[in-house]
């Protein structure tokens, strides 16, 4: 069974710091590209960030890079998300997702993890 287990989501201040994990399970981790996608308050899915099977080829939205990177740890079958200097409008269910290709398309990914809450409160 195919899955994927976000943790690290947490009530943050303006300007703290959290690294996000993804624990994959049921299918050959690194053959997949890995990426973050987040869901604000009454807001449609934003992308993040993606990284290739091997780590070596990552792609970011223009808007977080900076303040947002991704890794993986092959070994341990994770995906992380950095994310420095936390802004309240990074309130976001974030999730990762598994895919196929190298794509940040959402309609290409093979699976979707439950999401965790980040909530970033003055």
């Known amino acids: 069974e195919v899955q994927l287990v976000e943790s690290g989501g947490a009530l943050v201040r303006p300007g703290g710091t959290l690294r996000l994990s993804c624990v994959a399970s049921g299918f050959n981790f690194d053959a997949f590209a890995m990426n973050w996608i987040r869901q604000a308050p009454g807001k449609g899915l934003e992308w993040i960030s993606v990284i290739s099977g091997n780590g070596n080829t990552i792609y970011s939205a223009e808007s977080m890079k900076g303040r947002f990177t991704i890794s993986r740890d092959n070994a341990r079958n994770t995906v992380y998300l950095q994310m420095n200097t936390l802004k309240p409008e990074d309130t976001a269910v974030y999730y990762c997702?598994?895919?196929?290709?190298?794509?940040?398309?959402?309609?290409?990914?093979?699976?979707w993890g439950q999401g965790t809450q980040v909530t970033v409160y003055s």
């Open positions: 997702a598994a895919a196929g290709m190298f794509t940040r398309e959402a309609a290409n990914f093979h699976s």
